[in-house]
Every structure is written in structure tokens, then in C-alpha cells.
């Protein structure tokens, strides 16, 4: 047995000799990397919360150098959607405050100088931003000239347009009184439809026309009570919401076309009729001249073709299409009769501009 335990202490001696050693001083290292990693955090003082604004100012001078004093400053958003006015100071000075950061636009009018439009610039927030050279050159004639970008003067005539109701109710969104509108992008023309089909008011016309079509059994394959008018409803819903979208955004903004109707106001009444009548046939393009309807004809087709996808089976086929087609054309011939006789004198909130 001894020669055993002579062994085994050999390996256990070995065995010692290959475990590393940690001196005091190193123990004392890894205590203090120990402590410092586990120091609690202490918590970072809040800034003071700040209005995220800034201000836009400016100097308005003529071309001599010299100060202008009460011309008309407006401060505009590039899309439209907001605008201040404020009148230059004594030493032609103007200061905007409490201005949110944002892309902008200073309009600059007074009498005897021509209007003046800076260039587009950019406020970030709590940016005190200087308006450059706001220089005012003598106006040529009286003639006021808009130098504005067309499609914020769209936006703007689209904003009064959405505000024309006949009674105060009945939505009117698509017939303008001013003959010579700035015409739409492709945004603004399915912004308008979407304002104009999802109405509170177009859904009450949905819900009346699916009644109507429930008295009269009209489309028997969908049954009656609450089942039935649910599906007519859905089907009017359809109807109205692909006919809009195809006719006055979708075809008007590939074939860049007007989806608008033009009151004329003025002339005989035969003419206002022929005016009327023709408008279902004939349009204004994007680029101010009149070319056929293409964008009505083809959204009123499609529309049509696509309720073969959810009218009862005995009623699908082309006889539908063309049904639903030529009720579209009526449609569309009897509202702009409206638009021409009686919108003006039914609606509020009408400029006054019609066709010289």
C-alpha cells in the first residue's frame, strides 16, 4: 500500500502546482473593478422642457435701400394649410413669432411695388431665421401679378371649393366658380375625391338609394329585410365609391384632365345649357384647352364593369354595364344642369368670379 500513497501524493503535488495563485494585490484589483462595476446610477438632472418654436423676421426695403413701412408681409406654409399676415413697421421691419418649424414662404405686398415671393426656406426648431433681401421693385403697371406656385393656389381654391355645400348640406365640392382655377396635382385630385365620396352626407344618399331599391324589389336576387338591404347597400356603396374615385382621380390624373365642372353663369340660357350638357363630354385638360371627356367615359365603363363583381348573378352580363353606364351619364348630365341654374343661388360660401 505505500508505494500507492507515495503516488497518489506525487499527483496531488503536481496537480497544485498548475492551479494559478492570486496575490492580495491582484484580489484587491478585481474587488475594486467588482465595486466600480456595481456603483449604483445616479440620475440624469432634466433640461427644462422648451416650446418647439421659432420666428421668422425681415426687413422690407425698395430698391434704393430704403425702408418700407405698412406693406402687407405674409408668412405661408408651402402647402397651403396655414397663413399669417402682419404689416411692416415704421423702419420696414416685420417679426413673426412662435412659429412652428417647417418649410415656408413670405409674400410681400404694397401699393406701388410689384409683389414679391422669397424663396422657399426651411425654420428648424427655436431658429430665429432672417428673411433675405426683400427688396421691392417699382410696380410697371396697377396690375397685381400672382407669382405663387400653381399648386399652392390649388390648394387654396381646393379649401373653398370643400367649403360649398347646396343648403348648407349637400356637398357641391366639384363645380368651381372660378373660370380660370389653377389646375390639380394628382394629390389634390384624389385628396378631393376622397373628401368629397366618404362625406357624411354621400353616405346618407347611399343609404336612401338602397332603400328605395329595397321597396321596389329592384336586384331580387338579394332578398329582403335586414340581409337584403345590407347587400343593396353595399352595392350602392360600391357604386358610388369606384364610380368616383375612377372618373375624378384615377382616369383625370393619367390622362391629366380637370375632374371639375366650370360654372359660366353668364350668356343666354340656351348657352348655359349647351355648356352644361357638353361638360359630360368634353373637359379642361392640365394644360388649360378643352379635350373629350376620356376620364368620365372610361371611370363611368369601369365602374359599370366592376359591379359585375357583387350584383346577383341573374343581373350580371353587358346589359348591366351599359345600364349602369348610361345611368351614369344622366347622372352626371343632370347634376351639371344643377351646377349651371340653380347651385349658385343654393350654396354658400361662392366666389364671385365667373367667366368674363
Known amino acids: 500500500m505505500r508505494p500507492h500513497f507515495h503516488a497518489v501524493l506525487a499527483c496531488a503535488s503536481l496537480i497544485l502546482c498548475l492551479v494559478p495563485t492570486c496575490t492580495p494585490a491582484q484580489q484587491q484589483t478585481a474587488g475594486l473593478a467588482v465595486s466600480s462595476s456595481f456603483q449604483p446610477e445616479t440620475p440624469l438632472a432634466k433640461a427644462p422642457a422648451t416650446e418647439a418654436t421659432a420666428s421668422v423676421a425681415g426687413t422690407v426695403m425698395d430698391v434704393s435701400g430704403a425702408s418700407v413701412a405698412g406693406a402687407d408681409v405674409r408668412l405661408m406654409q408651402r402647402d397651403g394649410t ?67 406656385p400653381t399648386d399652392l393656389i390649388a390648394a387654396e381654391q381646393i379649401k373653398a371649393e370643400e367649403k360649398q355645400r347646396l343648403i348648407g348640406v349637400i356637398p357641391n365640392f366639384y363645380t368651381s366658380y372660378i373660370y380660370d382655377a389653377a389646375p390639380l396635382t394628382w394629390k389634390q385630385k384624389f385628396s378631393l375625391a376622397a373628401r368629397g365620396t366618404f362625406d357624411p352626407v354621400s353616405m346618407i344618399g347611399v343609404g336612401a338609394a338602397a332603400g328605395i331599391e329595397q321597396a321596389n324589389n329592384s336586384f331580387a336576387g338579394y332578398g329582403q329585410g335586414a340581409a337584403g338591404y345590407s347587400k343593396r347597400f353595399a352595392a350602392k356603396f ?22 371639375r365642372y366650370y360654372y359660366q353663369g353668364t350668356g343666354s ?75 349658385k343661388r343654393l350654396t ?6 365667373e367667366q368674363p
Open 348 to 353: 354658400r360660401n361662392v366666389p364671385g368670379d
Open 238 to 259: 360600391l357604386d358610388g365609391r369606384t364610380s368616383d374615385f375612377l372618373t375624378r382621380a384615377v382616369f383625370p390624373s393619367l390622362l391629366h384632365q380637370d375632374p
Open 82 to 148: 396655414q397663413m399669417r399676415t402682419m404689416e411692416s413697421e415704421a423702419d420696414g421691419e416685420f417679426n413673426f413669432m412662435k412659429i412652428l418649424p417647417g418649410s415656408y414662404l413670405v409674400i410681400v405686398n404694397a401699393q406701388g411695388f410689384a409683389l414679391f415671393t422669397s424663396a422657399e426656406f426651411v425654420v428648424t426648431v427655436e431658429q430665429a431665421y432672417e428673411v433675405p433681401d426683400i427688396s421691392l421693385s417699382i410696380a410697371a403697371t396697377s396690375m397685381e401679378v400672382t407669382v405663387r
Open 269 to 343: 340660357v340656351k348657352s348655359r345649357f349647351v355648356h352644361a350638357v357638353s361638360s359630360a363630354f368634353v373637359t379642361r385638360g392640365d394644360s388649360g384647352r378643352t379635350v373629350p371627356n376620356y376620364s368620365f367615359v372610361l371611370g363611368d365603363m369601369c365602374s359599370a364593369a366592376l359591379s359585375n363583381l357583387y350584383y346577383p348573378p341573374a343581373n350580371r352580363g353587358v346589359s348591366l354595364v351599359f345600364n349602369r353606364a348610361a345611368v351614369g351619364l344622366a347622372g352626371r348630365i343632370g347634376g351639371n344642369l344643377i351646377r349651371e341654374f340653380l347651385s
